[in-house]
């Protein structure tokens, strides 16, 4: 029963390193999402999917790339990271479009940038 | 500019009372609002919902209103339990035509529960 899984579960990087996290899901969802968290605030929508092939922006696209290959895959890219890029990141998925529809969300990825 | 608020970082009640949790929002185009409890090492996990054409929704123990005039809405646990200690989201949507929002929620910060056995 694993749902929205994230790897890495941790990872820490230097100014200027690149990395990926990979979200997977195994609800055959067809909405994705990245969330971004940061102390005292709420999380933030970085990029969406609404299919495969497809990516979207979403409240705070700045720094990251996004890719959709497969349906059950959603990838997150950091091309330069920076310390502002310090957050955990939430994968999130969902059946529906429709508003008020569940959103599963994965445990989250813990990012810090040096 | 912060448009979903939690303006208590924090709340701590007695197991078996009332925990009312509050959440105030500026945007007026908000039609869906939605509570998300996460516990620590772990992703938000959905808890109840309501839409802005409704004023109550009730699930258990749960219970969200909604004050549309005020901006506001306020999530009750009855009767609290060591159990819901966690953070509390407040979220929120706005529809597009058709009543789709793909999943693009408005977080609050988050409010801590502690209840104390």
């Known amino acids: 029963n694993a749902g929205v899984t994230q790897t890495p579960k941790f990872r820490v990087l230097k100014t200027g390193q690149s990395m990926t996290l990979l979200c997977a899901q195994d609800m055959n969802h067809e909405y994705m999402y990245w969330y971004r968290q940061d102390p005292g605030m709420g999380l933030r929508l970085i990029h969406y999917s609404v299919g495969e092939g497809t990516t979207a922006k979403g409240e705070v696209p700045d720094g990251y790339n996004v890719s959709r290959l497969k349906k059950q895959n959603f990838l997150l890219g950091l091309e330069s990271a920076a310390p502002s890029q310090t957050s955990v990141y939430f994968c999130?998925?969902?059946?529906?479009?429709?508003?008020?529809?569940?959103?599963?969300f994965g445990e989250g990825s813990w990012l810090t940038v040096v | 500019d912060q448009q979903v608020k939690q303006n208590s970082p924090s709340l701590s009640v007695q197991e078996g009372r009332i925990s009312i949790l509050n959440c105030d929002y500026t945007?007026?185009?908000?039609?869906?609002f939605l509570w998300y409890k996460k516990y620590p090492a772990e992703g938000p996990t959905f808890l109840i919902s309501?839409?802005?054409?409704?004023d109550k929704n009730e699930d258990g123990r749960f219970t969200v209103f909604l004050n549309k005039s005020a901006k506001h809405l306020s999530l009750h646990i009855v009767p609290s339990q060591p159990g819901d200690s966690a953070v509390y989201f407040c979220?929120?949507?706005?529809?597009?035509?058709?009543?789709?929002?793909?999943?693009?929620?408005?977080f609050g910060q988050g409010t801590i529960l502690t209840v104390h056995p």
């Open positions: 999130a998925s969902s059946y529906s479009k429709v508003s008020g529809n569940t959103i599963y």
């Open positions: 309501i839409s802005s054409i409704k």
């Open positions: 945007n007026s185009m908000f039609d869906y």
């Open positions: 979220a929120a949507s706005v529809s597009n035509a058709g009543g789709t929002s793909y999943g693009k929620l408005t």
